[in-house]
């Protein structure tokens, strides 16, 4: 099947500082990237859909400030958590569909995310 | 308001048994039925999908069985292994919606030797 890489797989702030996952498609092109959110022993929230050469589109509730998302090409997405806070501390899982080839999603392995 | 309702929450059969998880939905529109197996620190991974104009769909040891009058649909394992334990999401989404899956609230299957 597709692969979709997330990197890194864990990261460790600062309370107030900034911290950048990606999310790559390694073979196949992906016009749409989805961001979740799974607290511990919860299920997966959908946080916002990733639109390639265009704005994200957020969630009711989730901060688009705090959440950065950049899709600068049809492989790459980026989620930057901007003044993390240690409630911000979750793991975060990336999702690509290839373009074209109807709804199957691929998922990332995840970036568990603790802030101290 | 949860669209898709997922039972039980957890569960423990052994080894052989079969394994059986609920879901309900709430929305119409939705038009694709995934499951997916998490292990723990891991992404979820597709195992089977299936859509309303199909009533059962079988893959291997795991079978999708769906009832649109009904708006549930299920999963099966059949001769459930150890290897087989995880947290289990049912998902459901629409094309008109743009194809974002909302999740059931998760299953953890465990598997007794």
């Known amino acids: 099947g597709a692969v979709v890489s997330q990197h890194p797989s864990r990261v460790i702030c600062k309370s107030g500082t900034s911290v950048k996952i990606e999310c790559r498609s390694l073979?196949?092109?992906?016009?749409?990237m989805f961001w979740y959110r799974q607290f511990p022993k919860q299920s997966l929230m959908l946080m916002a859909t990733s639109n390639e050469g265009s704005k994200a589109t957020y969630e009711q509730g989730v901060e688009k400030d705090k959440f950065l998302i950049n899709h600068a090409s049809l492989t790459l997405s980026t989620l930057t958590v901007t003044s993390a806070h240690p409630e911000d501390s979750s793991f975060y899982i990336c999702?690509?569909?290839?373009?074209?080839?109807?709804?199957?999603?691929?998922f990332g392995q995840g970036t568990r995310l603790t802030v101290v | 308001q949860q669209q898709v309702k997922q039972s039980p929450q957890s569960l423990i059969v052994q080894k052989g048994g079969i394994s059986i998880i609920n879901c309900a939905y709430e929305n119409t529109a939705f038009d694709y039925f995934p499951w997916y197996q998490q292990f723990p620190g891991k992404g979820p991974a597709l195992l089977i999908a299936i859509r309303p104009d199909v009533s059962e769909k079988k893959e291997g040891r795991f079978t999708i069985s769906f009832n649109k009058s009904a708006k549930q649909f299920s999963l099966h394992i059949m001769d459930s292994q150890p290897g087989d334990s995880a947290t289990y999401f049912c998902a459901a989404s629409s094309k008109a919606a743009g194809n974002k899956l909302t999740f059931g609230g998760g299953t953890r299957v465990l598997v007794k030797p």
């Open positions: 999702s690509a569909a290839p373009t074209g080839a109807g709804t199957e999603a691929f």
């Open positions: 073979d196949f092109q992906a016009t749409t």
